[in-house]
């Protein structure tokens, strides 16, 4: 009689409880992010990048570049000698034999000064930070946390270095223009295959050699991201990334190796100067392209493998 007097509560509480939750679950499993919340996303990679003291430093140093060159420059042809120490300008850079007679010739003597080593070391250093340095200093687990997915997030970094690229590219060409035009004469200029374009036409393929240079690092980026992925020290990533474009680029150097040249992601790199030929000669171009897409595949994909079976502990 006293189990009928006090009888057990009903199992409708578990079930209310159990129905009360359920809806939670299911609301926070359909919750993606959708195109906003990505470039949100983005923008932040972005801002955290270029706030760094590290990225303004690179860019600074890439910025001083022109600078030295185009002071150099005017100090040597100051007695009215031509750059370079000759007539053709030989000994020098692409473009400098050029510069007294058009400050334009700068913005391409620039980039080709910086792109073997200053452009790509700086890129280095920010693929190899990327995914290695937030892990090293322990935020990498909170990005993971938030909806953010590893696939998406590692896309948000090779699109931030891709950025930094680029404009790292148009800082060099904005300094090398400005003291170009400070320093020498503007006009119309002459072409490698000797034809006159206008000032006009010389600053649009200006923009096109430097998206073209900008384009030429699409590989080392791809690199550095998947070298990130492999350790969890920012230093480490940095380091061996712009070790192997320094290894890289000596044995572009030894003949011995010529049959294996076309297939270092450099080989190409200086293929930018049929932009200033007339008609452009676009084979070396579409090659480095081509070249730069299939590094860019076969490093995002391996750093792809690699970041999406990482175990992040720490």
């Not at 070391?121 to 995914?131: K, L, R």
């Not at 192997?244 to 100067?273: E, G, M």
């Not at 084979?283 to 595949?297: I, S, V």
Request: with cysteine.
């Amino acid at each position: 009689m006293s189990r009928v007097d006090t009888p057990e509560p009903p199992p409708a509480t578990t079930a209310t409880s159990t129905s009360t939750s359920a809806p939670a679950v299911s609301v926070a499993a359909v919750r993606t992010p959708g195109l906003l919340w990505t470039f949100g996303l983005f923008r932040s990679e972005l801002v955290t990048t270029f706030r760094r003291w590290r990225t303004i430093a690179l860019l600074g140093v890439l910025a001083a570049v022109p600078i030295l060159v185009g002071i150099a420059v005017r100090i040597e042809t100051g007695d009215g000698s031509s750059a370079g120490g000759g007539p053709d300008g030989g000994g020098g850079p692409a473009f400098i034999a050029q510069i007294t007679n058009n400050g334009l010739f700068l913005v391409f003597t620039a980039l080709a000064a910086t792109l073997p080593f200053f452009l790509p070391m700086a890129v280095g250093v920010i693929a190899g930070d990327a995914i290695a340095g937030e892990a090293n200093a322990g935020t990498l687990r909170y990005l993971l946390v938030s909806p953010a997915g590893r696939t998406r997030l590692l896309l948000t970094k090779y699109a931030t270095t891709m950025t930094f690229c680029l404009v790292a590219t148009l800082v060099v060409a904005a300094s090398a223009l400005a003291v170009g035009a400070l320093l020498f004469p503007l006009g119309d200029l002459t072409t490698i295959s000797g034809t006159r374009i206008s000032f006009s036409e010389g600053l649009l393929r200006a923009l096109l050699i430097a998206l073209a240079v900008a384009a030429s690092l699409i590989g080392v980026a791809a690199l550095g991201l998947f070298i990130s992925t492999l350790t969890n020290s920012g230093i480490a990533a940095m380091a061996t990334t712009v070790g192997l474009l320094i290894t890289v680029q000596i044995l572009d150097q030894i003949p011995q190796l010529d049959a294996l040249h076309p297939y270092f992601f450099s080989h190409y790199w200086l293929s930018f100067a049929d932009l200033m030929r007339e008609p452009v000669y676009w084979d070396d171009l579409q090659r480095n392209l081509g070249l730069q897409a299939l590094y860019a595949a076969v490093f995002g994909s391996a750093a792809w493998a690699r970041f999406t079976a990482k175990d992040i502990t720490a």
